[in-house]
């Protein structure tokens, strides 16, 4: 008997076949490890040679050739012309030569291979006669003496020699090398061969031994894989022989025979959770397409009538500020409806539901014959008992701190019990009716107090539009007579009357843009503000921007100047000539307002490089605060400096300029320095954007 008291034949178990095959793979890989090892390890050597002794003393030898070539070079150049500078790249070889010569040797003697130290010991003593016995002196001579026929000859004749013992090297070298690479590539020949041969051969073995064990475990593992396939696949009745096989796959069997048995219970289970779990989804679903109150609460009673397959759902919501009190109930067709719940009714049903949302609780009892309500409950289930229920749900819904209604779940004529998820989901469609019905509340009181805010602006665009007009009759009538008066209509008049009627017809003309601001300003809100676009020369509206504001400028002892481009020069675009006079009669009113006597403002007009017109109105005034920038043009903002100073103004000038200029596709900018002054920038495209 095994440890799990299953009976086990380990002569012919699965674990001793698998491990006599393990064991005979382990053994092959250790012998073809120890082949390819052994080879590794020839090949690492002749490598090792090649790249850490041969090749680096080669490399060095051959740049000391080269470096007595060019010392060489140097100390011929030298005695020919007397030149110093000649002597550089003797100067600059002279310290490594011998160190060269000494580091390739050492590099031989690395691998340990000494076969050519004589000659390298030959060709140092060479290179070092000729730099000591020639070179050295050489370069000690004072530049213009020539070295002495001797001299040269004993020269050349070492430097033939050292070349000769040069070469003498080089070429042992370059034989070893060629050597040592045909004696790898030997190996390489004869090891892939073998090392093939002795992979081919492992894997027959293996093969061989993997046959005759998967014969002995593959057919009865491959009908069980079949019976876990189609368990897999949802044949909930497929079964194994329980009796076929080493023992091993026989337990397998009898695992998968009681894995499907317990598949098929738990599949008779889960398709009637599944069920539930859909049809309470679908009721969650519902209750939230809807914002009506009792449109939720009909849709919840119904649909836990359904889905918990009960005989009776029962909702009912108290007074609450934050939702609408509500019944609702639903019953089988046997059943005759609950009567309306009476005040002490309502005030016990309160009482329970403040309870158990204060607990975080709620109450499942699966037989009311044998539950025993605390004093504190019992008269609730009174009044279940009056109507027959014998199995309840009781769920408090709420928000916050505290409840604001009760949903009770009832069975009638017999017992049942309650599952967790069929609490859970209570819990859960409670909470989904609260949250919904708070949410349709708020959004009820909402569009109620959006209604009234619209009948409020409605009511305030129409009271500023009846004023306006009405206004604008009795002003139309004293300007018509006072400019009668000022034509003299009525006969000459003294010199003080006149200039009293100056400031009367410049109060007039304050209150004439002030009027025409509420009135456009009414039109933008009303959405009545059109654009009557057609030819608009620039420098005209401005010359009648001059001439209206001239008077203004003059009674607040303000210098006002036009800088306009001479003619040739094209400021016409397309937009509406009245509503750009009145874009810029408000700019510089506004900036006669803000500037205070003695200073001035200068008005300014030219076409840019994006074929658009920019005018800047700039003036020396009390300027405005940085952080009030953002909100300048708000509709009647003013700056704090201005309301401080009680300089009049209703604070729309700005915020219908800049409607006016980004209908005509613009826009404006501020630059202001307080106490300094303020420039306001419009710039105006041709054709405007969107007209």
Same mark, same amino acid.
């Given at each position: 008997?095994?440890?799990?008291?299953?009976?086990?034949?380990?002569?012919?178990?699965?674990?001793?076949?698998?491990?006599?095959?393990?064991?005979?793979?382990?053994?092959?890989?250790?012998?073809?490890?120890?082949?390819?090892?052994?080879?590794?390890?020839?090949?690492?050597?002749?490598?090792?040679?090649?790249?850490?002794?041969?090749?680096?003393?080669?490399?060095?030898?051959?740049?000391?050739?080269?470096?007595?070539?060019?010392?060489?070079?140097?100390?011929?150049?030298?005695?020919?012309?007397?030149?110093?500078?000649?002597?550089?790249?003797?100067?600059?070889?002279?310290?490594?030569i011998?160190?060269?010569?000494?580091?390739?040797k050492?590099?031989?003697?690395?691998?340990?291979?000494?076969?050519?130290?004589?000659?390298?010991?030959?060709?140092?003593?060479?290179?070092?006669?000729?730099?000591?016995?020639?070179?050295?002196?050489v370069?000690?001579?004072?530049?213009?003496?020539?070295?002495?026929?001797?001299?040269?000859?004993a020269?050349?004749?070492?430097?033939?020699?050292?070349?000769?013992?040069?070469?003498?090297?080089?070429?042992?070298?370059?034989?070893?090398?060629?050597e040592?690479?045909?004696?790898?590539?030997?190996?390489?020949?004869?090891?892939?061969?073998?090392?093939?041969?002795?992979?081919?051969?492992?894997?027959?073995?293996?093969?061989?031994?993997?046959?005759?064990?998967s014969?002995?475990?593959?057919?009865?593992?491959?009908?069980?894989?079949?019976?876990?396939?189609?368990?897999?696949?949802?044949?909930?009745?497929a079964?194994?022989?329980?009796?076929?096989?080493?023992s091993?796959?026989?337990?397998?069997?009898?695992?998968?025979?009681?894995?499907?048995?317990?598949?098929?219970?738990e599949?008779?289970?889960?398709?009637?959770?599944?069920?539930?779990?859909?049809?309470?989804?679908?009721?969650?679903?519902?209750?939230?397409?809807?914002?009506?109150?009792?449109?939720?609460?009909?849709?919840?009673?119904?649909?836990?009538?359904?889905?918990?397959?009960v005989?009776?759902?029962?909702?009912?919501?108290?007074?609450?500020?934050?939702?609408?009190?509500?019944?609702?109930?639903?019953?089988?067709?046997?059943?005759?409806?609950?009567?309306a719940a009476?005040?002490?009714?309502?005030?016990?049903?309160?009482?329970?539901?403040?309870?158990l949302?204060?607990?975080?609780?709620?109450?499942?009892?699966?037989?009311?014959?044998?539950?025993?309500?605390?004093?504190?409950?019992?008269?609730?289930?009174?009044?279940?008992?009056?109507?027959?229920?014998?199995?309840?749900?009781?769920?408090?819904?709420?928000?916050?701190?505290?409840?604001?209604?009760?949903?009770?779940?009832a069975?009638?004529?017999?017992?049942?019990?309650?599952?967790?998820?069929?609490?859970?989901?209570?819990?859960?469609?409670?909470?989904?009716?609260?949250?919904?019905?708070?949410?349709?509340?708020?959004?009820?009181?909402?569009?109620?107090?959006?209604?009234?805010?619209?009948?409020?602006?409605?009511?305030?665009?129409?009271?500023?539009?009846?004023?306006?007009?009405?206004?604008? +009759?009795? !002003?139309?009538?004293?300007?018509?007579? $006072?400019?009668?008066?000022?034509?003299? %209509? #009525? &006969? /000459? @008049?003294?010199?003080?009357?006149?200039?009293?009627?100056?400031?009367?017809?410049?109060?007039? +003309?304050? !209150?004439?843009?002030?009027?025409?601001? $509420?009135?456009?300003?009414?039109?933008? %809100? #009303? &959405? /009545? @503000?059109?654009?009557?676009?057609?030819?608009?020369?620039?420098?005209?509206?401005?010359?009648?921007?001059?001439?209206?504001?001239?008077?203004?400028?003059?009674?607040?002892?303000?210098?006002?100047?036009?800088?306009?481009?001479?003619?040739?020069?094209?400021?016409m675009?397309?937009?509406?000539?009245?509503?750009?006079?009145?874009?810029?009669?408000?700019?510089?009113?506004?900036?006669?307002k803000?500037?205070?006597?003695g200073?001035?403002?200068?008005?300014?007009?030219?076409?840019?490089?994006?074929d658009?017109?920019?005018?800047?109105?700039?003036?020396?005034?009390?300027?405005?605060?940085?952080?009030?920038?953002?909100?300048?043009?708000?509709?009647?903002?003013?700056?704090?400096?201005?309301?401080?100073?009680a300089?009049?103004?209703?604070?729309?000038?700005?915020?219908?300029?800049?409607?006016i200029?980004?209908?005509?596709?613009?826009?404006?900018?501020?630059?202001?320095?307080?106490?300094?002054?303020?420039?306001?920038?419009?710039?105006?495209?041709?054709?405007?954007?969107?007209?």
């Amino acid at each position: 008997m095994s440890s799990h008291g299953l009976p086990r034949d380990a002569r012919d178990g699965v674990g001793t076949r698998l491990r006599r095959l393990v064991f005979s793979m382990l053994a092959l890989l250790v012998l073809l490890g120890a082949a390819g090892a052994g080879a590794v390890h020839i090949a690492a050597g002749q490598v090792d040679k090649l790249s850490n002794g041969y090749t680096p003393a080669n490399d060095l030898h051959s740049t000391v050739l080269t470096l007595m070539l060019d010392s060489e070079t140097a100390v011929r150049g030298y005695l020919i012309t007397g030149d110093a500078a000649f002597l550089q790249p003797y100067q600059n070889a002279h310290d490594q030569i011998l160190p060269m010569l000494d580091a390739a040797k050492s590099s031989l003697a690395g691998i340990d291979a000494h076969s050519l130290d004589p000659a390298l010991a030959s060709e140092r003593r060479l290179a070092q006669q000729w730099l000591t016995t020639y070179a050295d002196p050489v370069a000690a001579q004072r530049s213009g003496t020539p070295a002495s026929r001797a001299q040269q000859q004993a020269g050349k004749h070492l430097f033939d020699q050292f070349r000769a013992a040069n070469s003498t090297v080089a070429n042992r070298l370059d034989a070893k090398r060629s050597e040592l690479r045909a004696q790898s590539n030997r190996l390489r020949s004869m090891a892939m061969p073998l090392l093939v041969l002795a992979t081919v051969v492992a894997m027959i073995i293996v093969a061989t031994l993997a046959y005759r064990t998967s014969r002995s475990i593959s057919r009865p593992l491959l009908r069980l894989r079949s019976i876990v396939g189609r368990l897999d696949r949802g044949d909930l009745t497929a079964q194994t022989d329980e009796h076929d096989g080493p023992s091993e796959v026989r337990a397998l069997a009898r695992a998968v025979n009681a894995l499907g048995r317990h598949a098929r219970a738990e599949a008779a289970e889960d398709r009637d959770i599944e069920q539930f779990r859909q049809r309470t989804r679908l009721v969650s679903a519902t209750i939230r397409r809807t914002t009506n109150g009792a449109q939720m609460a009909e849709h919840l009673v119904r649909g836990l009538g359904n889905a918990f397959e009960v005989d009776r759902v029962w909702l009912h919501t108290f007074a609450d500020e934050r939702v609408p009190r509500l019944t609702a109930q639903w019953h089988r067709d046997a059943l005759r409806p609950m009567p309306a719940a009476s005040e002490p009714q309502v005030e016990m049903v309160r009482e329970l539901a403040a309870r158990l949302w204060q607990s975080g609780q709620i109450i499942a009892i699966d037989s009311h014959r044998t539950y025993e309500p605390t004093s504190a409950g019992r008269q609730p289930f009174d009044l279940a008992h009056a109507i027959g229920a014998s199995a309840s749900i009781v769920v408090p819904i709420g928000d916050s701190d505290t409840a604001f209604g009760l949903l009770w779940v009832a069975m009638h004529g017999h017992s049942r019990h309650w599952t967790l998820t069929e609490t859970g989901i209570a819990q859960h469609l409670a909470a989904d009716l609260a949250h919904s019905l708070v949410q349709a509340h708020v959004i009820e009181r909402q569009a109620q107090a959006v209604q009234l805010l619209r009948e409020l602006d409605q009511a305030k665009a129409d009271f500023i539009s009846t004023v306006s007009h009405e206004l604008r +009759t009795p !002003l139309t009538s004293i300007s018509g007579y $006072l400019e009668m008066l000022q034509d003299g %209509d #009525a &006969g /000459r @008049l003294p010199d003080q009357a006149t200039d009293m009627l100056a400031v009367i017809d410049r109060n007039a +003309t304050r !209150l004439r843009n002030l009027i025409e601001d $509420l009135l456009t300003q009414s039109r933008i %809100d #009303a &959405g /009545r @503000l059109r654009l009557d676009v057609t030819e608009v020369d620039i420098r005209t509206v401005l010359r009648i921007v001059q001439t209206a504001m001239a008077p203004m400028a003059v009674a607040g002892d303000v210098k006002l100047k036009f800088e306009l481009p001479p003619p040739e020069v094209d400021l016409m675009l397309e937009g509406d000539p009245h509503q750009l006079e009145q874009v810029f009669t408000n700019l510089v009113s506004n900036a006669i307002k803000f500037t205070p006597g003695g200073g001035a403002i200068t008005v300014s007009a030219m076409p840019d490089e994006t074929d658009a017109v920019i005018v800047e109105v700039s003036d020396t005034g009390i300027g405005i605060p940085a952080a009030e920038f953002e909100n300048l043009f708000q509709r009647f903002f003013r700056a704090s400096n201005a309301s401080a100073a009680a300089l009049p103004g209703t604070g729309l000038g700005l915020a219908i300029v800049r409607e006016i200029v980004q209908r005509h596709g613009g826009a404006i900018d501020v630059e202001s320095e307080l106490g300094a002054g303020t420039t306001l920038t419009v710039w105006l495209p041709k054709p405007p954007a969107g007209v």
